[in-house]
């Protein structure tokens, strides 16, 4: 067998696929429900590691409180607590299962190519997770919480009171834009290396990745500016650091282009 050939020489007939593929999907969906069901039973202490940033916010405030107002939100918040902590928890698993069912299909060269890019996806996403939570979370409840008014004479005064359900919903909203939009780099990066995008290509096209990141920001975050700028600045920043990285790529494969032709 060829140092870059597949790693199966023979060919799996269609059933064997679908076996596999189906093998695959069991492992899959088997870990989502254990995650989900321990997720479940600390769903309250997830709830709570999530309300962190808004309780420090309104710290001192001696009516300081969250509601709910259906007998079943609570429930129900519970459930897509442990939803969204299971869809996280469970990723890695199933990004290695899709790479165990297709890497035996690809050259040596192409699983070198992708392995990278398939680690840095939840390394990319948790940092952009990290950020909303620890600098945009207190940051955006504080400017928020600034519309509160104490009311006076002939007037009542106007109070937050948050409900479960709207918070988590807000906050996962929050969570999975800026971790998606850090996603960002490993696509730009993967395409080329693959040779579907070029380093000058990025760099023309940067005005309009501006543009672009404002809007994404303005579309995916809540109408605060915070939030919006939040988001927009890493983008850009990340398209920037994209084109340094997309540079150090395209200058290693003409290096190896360059050498290969030397050998031939």
Known sequence: MSED?????????????LVEL?????????FFVLAFLVSFHFAEHIFQFLIRPLAHVMEGRADARMIFTALHEAFFTYIKVAFFAA?????????SQVWMFVAPGLYRNERKA??????????????????VYYFIFPAAWHFLLQFQTPGGEGTLPIQVEPKVDQYLSLSMQL??????AFEMPVGLLLMI???????????????????????????????DPLSQIGLAVPLIALYEISI?????????????????????
């Open 22 to 30: 189906r093998k695959r999907l069991l492992y899959c969906i088997g």
């Open 114 to 131: 992708f392995l990278p890019f398939l680690v840095a996806t939840p390394v990319m996403f948790i940092a952009g997770a990290a950020l």
């Open 87 to 95: 869809i996280s928890l469970s990723f890695p698993m199933m990004a």
């Open 175 to 180: 969570i999975f834009a800026f971790g998606l």
């Open 5 to 17: 050939g597949p790693s199966d020489d023979k060919k799996m007939p269609l059933l064997d696929h």
């Open 193 to 223: 290396r693959t040779g579907i995008l070029s380093v000058d290509s990025l760099v023309r096209k940067r005005r309009y990745a501006i543009v672009l990141a404002f809007i994404v920001a303005a579309v995916l975050t809540p109408p």
């Open 244 to 264: 340094l990285i997309g540079r150090v790529i395209e200058k290693r494969r003409a290096e190896a282009e360059a050498a290969e032709g030397m050998a031939t």
